[in-house]
C-alpha cells in the first residue's frame, strides 16, 4: 500500500459498522466480503478456513474457502487498523500499520492474545511472516524488521519481548513505500521482501538484517505487495498494476519474471494464498471511494507455476 493512501485511514475509519457476515453461493471467481471493509492482508488454514484484514477498523474476517460463508471473527476496536496478516498454529498474526502495533489473536476465537507497540516513531507496520521461532513484521517507513519471537507451539512470550532488526546491505530506503510483502525461506534461515517504490527484491539474514538483491536483470516489481513463495517460484501481487508477476528465483541471488497473472476481477490487489490449486487474492479497492455500501471481494484464479 503506497504512503499515499495512509492520510486517509483516519477517514475511513469512519465507515466502521461493516455488515458482520456473508452467506454467499459456493464461490467460483469471487467471494465476496462485507460492504466498507477495505480489506488488505490475507492467510489460509490447512483446513480451508480464510481470514483477511480490514485496514479501515482492525477487524478480522473468516469464512470457508469452499462455501464462501463467512462472518467478523476480530470485532473491530478503536485506534486499530489490520494490514497483513498470517495463521500460524492457532492463532493470527496481524501488522497494524500506521498504529505501530501488532496483535495476535486466537484463530479460533478471535480473542486477544498480545499487543506490540513495535514503532512510535511514525513507522508503518504492513506485513508479516511466521516462522519456526519468531514472527517477522516489515515497516514501509523505518528501514529495520521486527522479530517477535516464539516459544515451542508458536505463542509469543508473556512479558511482550521483541527486537528491532536494521538492513544494512544493498537495500536503501526512499521517499513513498518501500519494504511491504515478506515470505521466509530455508525453513526461515533467509528471509524474503518486495520494496514497493523500487521495484526490487532481497534477500534478509534473519540474524543481522543485511540484505542482497535479488538480480531480476532488467525487470521490476514496483507496486510489489504481498508475496507468496512456493519452492523455486515467488508470486509477487503489484497492486496498482493489477497482476500477480510469477518469479522463477535461482537460490535468491536472482530470478526471472515468467508469467504475469491478470484477471478482470483484480481490483488494486494487494495480497494472495493459495489453496489447493487456486490463488485467493484480496482486492483493496484503492482507487475506489470506500463508503459503507463500497463492494469489497477475494478473487479466485487458478494457480499457474513457473
Known amino acids: 500500500m503506497r ?14 459498522g461493516a455488515a458482520s457476515g456473508v452467506a454467499a453461493d459456493p464461490p467460483g471467481d ?11 492482508g490475507i492467510s489460509i488454514r490447512a483446513d480451508g478456513t480464510f481470514y483477511v484484514a480490514s485496514i479501515a477498523t482492525g477487524a478480522v474476517f473468516a469464512g470457508d474457502v469452499r462455501t464462501g460463508d463467512g462472518s467478523v471473527l476480530v470485532e473491530s476496536v478503536e485506534g486499530r487498523s489490520a494490514v497483513g496478516l498470517e495463521v500460524n498454529r492457532g492463532r493470527i498474526f496481524v501488522a497494524g500499520g500506521e498504529t505501530g502495533q501488532a496483535y495476535v489473536y486466537d484463530a479460533d476465537t478471535g480473542d486477544d492474545i498480545a499487543v506490540f507497540q513495535l514503532s512510535d516513531e511514525g513507522g508503518f507496520i504492513n506485513d508479516v511472516v511466521v516462522t519456526r521461532r ?12 521486527y522479530r517477535v519471537p516464539l ?7 508473556a512479558d511482550g519481548r521483541f527486537e528491532v ?4 546491505g544493498d537495500i536503501r530506503y526512499r521517499e513513498g513505500f518501500n519494504v511491504n510483502g515478506i515470505e521466509a525461506a530455508k525453513d526461515g534461515d533467509r528471509l524474503v521482501v518486495v520494496q514497493s517504490n523500487t521495484g526490487l527484491l532481497f534477500s534478509v539474514n534473519p540474524d ?4 542482497r538483491v535479488i538480480d531480476l536483470g532488467d525487470e521490476r516489481v514496483r507496486n510489489g505487495d504481498g508475496l507468496l513463495l512456493d519452492g523455486d517460484c515467488l508470486y509477487v501481487v503489484r497492486g496498482f498494476n493489477n497482476l500477480i508477476a510469477l518469479v522463477e528465483l535461482d537460490g535468491l541471488r536472482e530470478g526471472d519474471v515468467v508469467k504475469r497473472i491478470r484477471d478482470e476481477d483484480f481490483d488494486v490487489p494487494t495480497t494472495l494464498d493459495d489453496y489447493r490449486g487456486r490463488l485467493y487474492v484480496v482486492n483493496a479497492r484503492f482507487d475506489t471511494p ?3 455500501e463500497t463492494e469489497y471481494w477475494v478473487a479466485v484464479v487458478r494457480k499457474a507455476h513457473c
Open 151 to 157: 516459544r515451542a507451539g508458536g505463542a509469543p512470550y
Open 134 to 145: 519468531a514472527a517477522w513484521f516489515t515497516d514501509s517507513v523505518l528501514p529495520v524488521l
Open 208 to 211: 543481522t538484517g543485511r540484505t
Open 290 to 292: 470506500v463508503t459503507p
Open 3 to 16: 504512503r499515499a493512501l495512509v492520510t486517509v485511514l483516519a477517514a475511513l475509519l469512519t465507515v466502521g
Open 165 to 168: 532488526v536494521p538492513y544494512s
Open 30 to 40: 469471487r467471494i465476496p466480503l462485507p460492504d466498507g471493509f477495505l480489506p488488505e
